[in-house]
């Protein structure tokens, strides 16, 4: 039997080591080749008039005068008149010319008359009178509560008490099975009850029902101290530096042959095939590089489907239509607002006791995200309430992290307000709560003495509201993390040539974590040969299916299936190899460029010579995971962080400056040591953007996006980011576990641990994110009291 | 390349201003390439090119490029689409993010809000001339071992910044770098690892 489990430390030439990315080169001088690189000879330029209302029916389109202009190609219209519009950006008409500014020319001399809607954009606290939302459930209910990651749970809850008011066939079931949705979720579907839907005004809210545990009025009354406040983070932009898009060509009748701006290679034929009319065998998608996703390029997007089909109008030719930077903003994915009143209290000894939350927020049409509350923290008493709501703006998206660092922010926030009130110094405070802080507790812990010691905690701390004199304010903040990243499904075929190249074929990609880095490692690490010698193919679909890299599920995906590969590969190579070493196959080893007699490494071949004994025909296996018939399990679900943050206040101004942070974290077994920390050293500058700068500002009176630009939208610079400290946990305790993704957890706590820095540098909370100078000096000016959302 | 043969690179051939004004002026093939005009404007004579497209001769790293484009085309789409030069990324496309970064006589500036054909006479440098070959320039290889990339949309407009900027300041402090590199956006978050390339060049350690 194979020995597939990760290797011991004593063996392993590069795992966990320190190594260059392999795709470096590539990138840092400007060969790196992205879709929006692509420049065929004959290429077209696509673009698309987008509905300049947030609400509004289509009435007329006439694109006769766009289609006589010399130079253009072919015009198709996505939404006919009649269609109604619910979002400023929203996709119209879509034209193909020779060159860019014939097609700007083109969209110009397009007549639309829109019947223009009253539209609905705020996210401010919901109204106190809001009904719950009570009657059956509708398919648009059923597809919100998806689309925004509702716990199954939740979701099973609401189908079974709720009723739904559409009835579903084999067809959708099988889809929805295709999208993702839970055996357990299209179980309850099926036994739901049909209940005809209510006729009843449409309202922006979506309260749902209030979920309680324990007695929370009880615990509250006899706390010992309770504080309220207010806490939140208002929508941002993932702001890919490359925007979505595509070009797409037609070689034949029925193939296309299509380069996209991916997070997912291998899922993007099957939800191109319907829509084109074309079998998704014969659908071709490539990607060498993807210029940023952060969970918003996974699906295939209507402006993807129609710029095939003006390549299709125009003979086939390649049509490139990458979206300009306004479009990404108003339509190419956002993070949900997420705000919440709380109410939370401890007993004498610190422990807390009770937690209540009135949640609300939005992520477009389909309403808001939900956050999990009270995070990580499994408060005995509860009582909360999430009301969605819907506005006229382009949908949420997957944000790195979805939902996380929204609750970390309420929930972190909150504790440290309560351990303030309490005079207790947070990281003292949570120390005694970490009985309750889930199945990560012990790595909290471990993580936290790392972190006192990194940041200088305990020797620098004060109560809050720094009392030197003069302006500068400083203070610190600390908070915590948790995520899944087990790894995907993820297939390989590793092939070993007679002259002993080395080559992996994967249908996956990467987004700039190293997953081509951390393949090649882990070949080149169980075959004993240098990197160099590993040949990875992806980012093509042609090759063995592997899963979308969301969810820091690539790594401990990848991983696996190239590991039991190359253990298969190196095992039947042993095979070719033992007669000529005189030595039973179990008895060899893979190492420094040979196969050798363990016992008698005098007794070894150079990997070329004994690559030759394979014969004429390459050695071809297939990798898979997650795989039972070869275990064990090479990844793992799980991980916990800590950061915290050190801060500099000028009352006067309001100005906000990082000092310096610190990251603690914890992710299984580490591949490449030097790309999990720039994982890490990325998701603190990303955070500290969006804990300082990000927000994406929606006019009430046009429905459009006022900051849909690098000018007006702030992301961090390099000066904005203070001193950085990065560790990451390994060893016992942490290896065994094998490989868990790490994309998302760093990204997780930078907000809350900044808004509480902020805090106890000024002595009062500032309850919105981002913590821009004028909300700062509005805070001081109400001294903490939370009036105004 | 394309086929085209009016966007070959053409080594051989500097094409003077003198020349540029006669080749406009012979040049009947479609499109149709008119020279300037000159109209009066606030009592002053004031050379008008386009709306048509007019030859444009371009010395990019060294080369003499031409192409028949309309006045409006950037400087970066010019150098993206005419000649394949795709390292400078359109990213923000109004001169925010410094993704587009290239060098115009020895300066860095944002080719998205460079005029193609107000880029003539100058001597343009962009990513592609800054590694030899398959060799790496110094930068390029701290790039690389500080790992300052992630997805890589913004390096190399990191690295042509950061190359000049160790140019100018060969041991800068950490006040220089916070200054010197903050044209730049990087979405990743690598501003460490970039922090650190320059540290390392002034001898430094990473603070």
């Known amino acids: ?789 | 390349m394309k086929d085209d043969d009016a966007r070959q690179p053409d080594s051989t051939s500097g094409v003077s201003r003198r020349d540029f004004m006669k080749i406009s002026a012979v040049t009947a093939a479609v499109p149709l390439v008119l020279g300037p005009k000159v109209v009066e404007a606030a009592g002053e004579d004031v050379t008008v090119h386009g709306p048509g497209k007019v030859l444009v001769a371009l010395n990019v790293n060294g080369k003499k490029l031409t192409a028949d484009l309309e006045p409006r085309v950037t400087l970066l789409d010019a150098l993206r689409e005419q000649f394949d030069l795709t390292g400078a990324k359109r990213v923000c496309d109004r001169g925010a993010c410094g993704a587009c970064t290239v060098l115009l006589d020895g300066k860095p500036v944002y080719a998205c809000s460079v005029l193609a054909i107000d880029a003539q006479g100058t001597k343009i440098t962009t990513i592609e001339s800054m590694a030899e070959g398959d060799a790496l320039s110094p930068v390029m290889q701290a790039f690389v071992a500080h790992d300052a990339q992630q997805c890589g949309f913004c390096t190399p407009g990191f690295v042509v910044a950061t190359t000049h900027f160790l140019q100018q300041n060969p041991k800068p402090s950490a006040e220089d770098i916070r200054h010197g590199l903050s044209g730049n956006y990087c979405r990743c978050g690598t501003y460490d690892g970039i922090r650190a390339v320059a540290l390392a060049h002034a001898g430094g350690k990473q603070s």
């Open chain 1, 1 to 789: 039997m194979s020995q597939y489990s990760w290797p011991d430390p004593a063996t392993r030439p590069l795992l966990g080591k320190k190594i260059d990315r392999v795709d470096g080169p590539s990138k840092v001088s400007g060969k790196a080749k992205y879709t929006y690189d692509y420049n065929p000879q004959g290429l077209l330029a696509g673009k698309i008039l987008r509905c300049p209302y947030a609400h509004a029916k289509i009435k007329s389109i006439d694109t006769s005068a766009a289609e006589k202009m010399p130079g253009v190609k072919s015009v198709v219209i996505i939404q006919k008149p009649g269609t109604e519009i619910f979002w400023a950006g929203d996709e119209i008409v879509g034209v193909a010319a020779v060159d860019e500014g014939t097609v700007e020319d083109a969209l110009r001399a397009i007549k639309v008359e829109y019947e223009v809607l009253p539209h609905f954009v705020s996210d401010a606290e919901p109204p106190k009178n809001i009904s719950t939302d009570s009657g059956p459930l509708s398919n648009d209910d059923f597809q919100d509560m998806e689309e925004n990651q509702v716990p199954d749970e939740e979701v099973i809850a609401a189908i079974q008490k709720r009723g739904i008011s559409f009835k579903p066939d084999e067809k959708d079931y099988e889809s929805m099975k295709g999208m993702g949705v839970e055996p357990a979720v299209i179980a309850a579907l099926r036994k739901a009850k049909f209940v005809p839907a209510e006729a009843k005004p449409k309202s922006p809210y979506k309260k749902t029902g209030l979920q309680t545990t324990g007695t929370p009025d009880k615990a509250f009354a006899s706390a010992a101290a309770v504080v309220e406040g207010v806490y939140g983070v208002p929508c941002i932009v993932h702001v890919c530096l490359e925007t979505h898009g595509s070009a797409m060509e037609w070689p034949a009748e029925k193939e296309v042959v299509v380069h996209v701006s991916t997070q997912n290679v291998s899922g993007i034929a099957a939800q191109l095939a319907e829509p084109l009319g074309v079998p998704a065998g014969n659908i071709n998608v490539l990607q060498q590089n993807v210029g940023g996703g952060f969970g918003s390029k996974f699906s295939v997007d209507r402006w993807d489907v129609n710029t095939a089909n003006l390549s299709r109008k125009s003979a086939g030719k390649p049509v490139k239509n990458m979206l300009d930077r306004r479009a990404e903003f108003e339509v190419a994915g956002m993070r949900p607002s997420a705000y919440a009143r709380v109410k939370i209290a401890a007993a004498k000894d610190g422990k807390i006791v009770a937690w209540d939350s009135r949640s609300w927020g939005t992520g477009g049409v389909g309403g808001g995200g939900t956050p999990p509350l009270p995070y990580i923290f499994e408060i005995p008493h509860q009582r909360k309430q999430n009301t969605a709501i819907s506005t006229n703006q382009g949908s949420a998206r997957a944000w790195r992290a979805p939902n996380h660092p929204q609750a970390a922010v309420i929930t972190m926030g909150a504790i440290e307000d309560l351990a303030a009130k309490m005079n207790l110094d947070p990281l003292e405070f949570i120390s005694r709560n970490l009985d309750i802080a889930g199945p990560r507790a012990q790595t909290y812990r471990e993580e936290f003495a790392i972190a006192d010691d990194l940041m200088g905690w305990k020797k620098n701390w004060h109560q809050r509201g720094d009392k030197t004199p003069g302006p500068i304010k400083r203070g610190l903040g600390l908070s915590m993390h948790t995520w899944g990243g087990r790894g995907h499904n993820s297939n390989c075929d590793l092939t070993i040539h007679p002259d002993g190249s080395v080559e992996i074929k994967m249908g996956t990609q990467d987004l700039g974590t190293g997953a081509r880095t951390i393949i090649t490692i882990v070949a080149a690490d169980t075959l004993g040969i240098p990197m160099e010698s590993v040949n990875l193919l992806y980012g093509n679909n042609r090759y063995p299916q592997s899963g979308g890299s969301g969810g820091s599920t690539t790594s401990g995906g990848v991983t696996a299936s190239t590991r039991r590969a190359a253990v298969d590969a190196r095992d039947q190579l042993f095979a070719k190899v033992a007669p000529a070493l005189k030595a039973q196959p179990d008895e060899l080893e893979a190492a420094d460029g040979t196969v050798r007699v363990k016992a008698d490494p005098s007794r070894s071949l150079p990997w070329k010579q004994a690559c030759a004994k394979i014969g004429a025909v390459p050695l071809t296996v297939h990798g898979s995971n997650p795989d039972k018939a070869k275990p064990p399990d090479l990844t793992n679900s799980g991980v916990g962080g800590v950061q915290m943050a050190d801060v500099s206040v000028d009352v006067e101004t309001g100005i906000v400056r990082i000092n310096k942070m610190v990251a603690v974290q914890d992710c299984g077994l580490i591949v490449d040591m030097k790309t999990a920390m720039s994982q890490v050293y990325g998701g603190l500058i990303m955070g500290i953007s969006y804990a300082l700068y990000e927000e994406k500002v929606l006019d009430p009176v046009s429905g459009r996006v006022l900051n849909p630009n690098l000018e007006f939208y702030r992301l961090a610079g390099l000066s904005d980011i203070g001193e950085l400290k990065v560790h990451m946990m390994t060893g016992k305790g942490y290896d065994e576990r094998g490989v868990i993704g790490l994309a998302e957890p760093a990204v997780v706590s930078p907000g809350a641990a900044i808004s509480n820095a902020v805090a106890n540098a000024i002595g009062v909370r500032v309850p919105f994110l981002p913590l821009t100078p004028d909300r700062v000096l509005e805070a001081l000016e109400q001294g903490g009291a939370h009036a105004s959302v």
